[in-house]
């Protein structure tokens, strides 16, 4: 899977878009377990009846080219977690593989006790995050969402999701397309109250850290089938997920992120 992340040719399509005309069509790709519900629900706000490619679809070219294309991305350490605490819940696609295949032993993968931070749970998750139907799955996913390269102009960081969520509608507006701002200010307000209430969307776990020993955190960094994606998308390190390239960004030519990310 390393050979075909590095076959792909993992970079922005930006290098093209001095050809390209305005596209004032969205297309919103989802990635699973990356903040999608709330970043597609502000893109049904800011641009109704915007285009989505689902989970399961693929962005191709001729996509790219008659859409303005955002996409939802998470950093790999921090995507299992989510992915494994969802699993824990009995819920999901991988969830349902676990209990197809190995019906005996998924209690043996799978935190019991939510937020899922006790020793015995932790110690699923590593055998979870290495396990056979786990190990490099988050470059799998990315993988097959894309033809060629990744026809994505901007990308939404789920450590930086409001904020690049926001910068990637006005690069879209920017270059052609039309936001509604009044219907985006109304979901963000009603986002801050549901968050306030304590019924925002998200999976019970603790934070990122506290599921990778030094040895494991190491692994996923730079051993492991997705460490590529840590080098294309300029993230520190495990759970250090606060860096991606936003808009205009191509990083195939060594540019630097010009202080678009976090510390």
Same mark, same amino acid.
């Given at each position: 899977?390393?050979?075909?992340?590095?076959?792909?040719?993992?970079?922005?399509?930006?290098?093209?878009?001095?050809?390209?005309?305005?596209?004032?069509?969205?297309?919103?790709?989802?990635?699973?377990?990356?903040?999608?519900?709330?970043?597609?629900?502000?893109?049904?706000?800011?641009?109704?009846?915007?285009?989505?490619?689902?989970?399961?679809?693929?962005?191709?070219?001729?996509?790219?080219?008659?859409?303005?294309?955002?996409?939802?991305?998470?950093?790999?350490?921090?995507?299992?977690?989510?992915?494994?605490?969802?699993?824990?819940?009995?819920?999901?696609?991988?969830?349902?593989?676990?209990?197809?295949?190995?019906?005996?032993?998924?209690?043996?993968?799978?935190?019991?006790?939510?937020?899922?931070?006790?020793?015995?749970?932790?110690?699923?998750?590593?055998?979870?995050?290495?396990?056979?139907?786990?190990?490099?799955?988050?470059?799998?996913?990315?993988?097959?969402?894309?033809?060629?390269?990744?026809?994505?102009? #901007?990308?939404?960081?789920?450590?930086?999701?409001?904020?690049?969520?926001?910068? #990637?509608?006005?690069?879209?507006?920017?270059?052609?397309?039309?936001?509604?701002?009044?219907?985006?200010?109304?979901?963000?307000?009603?986002?801050?109250?549901?968050?306030?209430?304590?019924?925002?969307?998200?999976?019970?776990?603790?934070?990122?850290?506290?599921?990778?020993?030094?040895?494991?955190?190491?692994?996923?960094?730079?051993?492991?089938?997705?460490?590529?994606?840590?080098?294309?998308?300029?993230?520190?390190?495990?759970?250090?997920?606060?860096? #991606?390239?936003?808009?205009?960004?191509?990083?195939?030519?060594?540019?630097?992120?010009?202080?678009? #990310?976090?510390?």
């Amino acid at each position: 899977m390393r050979e075909s992340l590095t076959s792909f040719h993992l970079r922005s399509p930006v290098t093209d878009l001095a050809v390209k005309e305005r596209r004032p069509n969205l297309l919103f790709k989802h990635f699973p377990k990356c903040a999608g519900s709330y970043a597609k629900g502000l893109m049904d706000a800011a641009v109704p009846g915007h285009k989505l490619e689902p989970e399961s679809g693929s962005v191709t070219k001729k996509s790219w080219i008659e859409n303005y294309v955002i996409s939802v991305i998470r950093e790999p350490c921090d995507w299992y977690v989510s992915l494994w605490a969802f699993g824990s819940s009995q819920h999901g696609k991988l969830y349902v593989t676990f209990t197809e295949k190995e019906p005996d032993d998924v209690v043996d993968y799978y935190g019991e006790s939510p937020p899922y931070q006790n020793p015995a749970d932790i110690a699923k998750f590593e055998k979870f995050v290495t396990g056979k139907y786990t190990r490099g799955d988050h470059t799998a996913r990315f993988l097959s969402s894309f033809s060629e390269v990744p026809w994505v102009d #901007c990308w939404i960081n789920t450590a930086n999701l409001a904020e690049d969520a926001l910068s #990637c509608l006005r690069a879209f507006e920017e270059q052609g397309g039309q936001v509604h701002w009044d219907r985006v200010n109304a979901f963000l307000d009603s986002r801050r109250k549901l968050a306030a209430a304590g019924r925002a969307n998200t999976s019970p776990h603790g934070p990122c850290q506290s599921y990778y020993s030094a040895d494991l955190a190491n692994y996923m960094r730079n051993e492991s089938f997705d460490a590529p994606m840590y080098d294309y998308f300029q993230w520190a390190d495990c759970c250090g997920g606060h860096c #991606c390239p936003i808009c205009g960004i191509d990083l195939s030519a060594n540019q630097t992120t010009n202080g678009l #990310c976090d510390s």
